[in-house]
């Protein structure tokens, strides 16, 4: 197995700031760097990247790679400063992209205690179309609620133990 760990955003898109300006794109590499260590600590094998300029060059680094599962990693953000929680992404007609995403919603909602916004579907997200593993887009608390950018800002490590616990899950099940 295989895993191919993406923050999202980077280069010169920040992804979603919060209004005291903690971006998307920094929260998640954070994260992901952390989920990288215990994944090489733990002899798992796995490839971490963060896009420079567009989208095309993260499906074009994981489709070289012969990774077994994507993984990218957001926050979420909206207009409403109360919304808040956690929601995994699969590719509409991937069922092992719609079973991952079931494990791994059911692991971060179970290790971060946070409102649990179910999975989702997209039929055009580019790194779940685009992508030759089975892929999920994680999108792990509102970056625009004030208590959960608290947690996104000063606990990156709850949220990579709560990605690692999803991704032992999924090993168990493929
Ligand atoms: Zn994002």
Redesign the pocket.
Known sequence: MKIFINP??GGSDP??VSKNGLK?AEVCAKVCDILANRLKLNGYSYQLYQQKHSLFEVSREENESNSTLFISV??NSAVNPKAEGTETWYYKYSIPGGNAAQIMQKELVKNLGLKNRGIKSSEDLHVLKRTKATAILIELAFISNSKEEILLREQPELFANAIWEGIKKIKESI
Do not use: F, M, P
Request: charged letters at 15%.
């Open positions: 999202g955003h992804g979603a998307e957001h926050c």
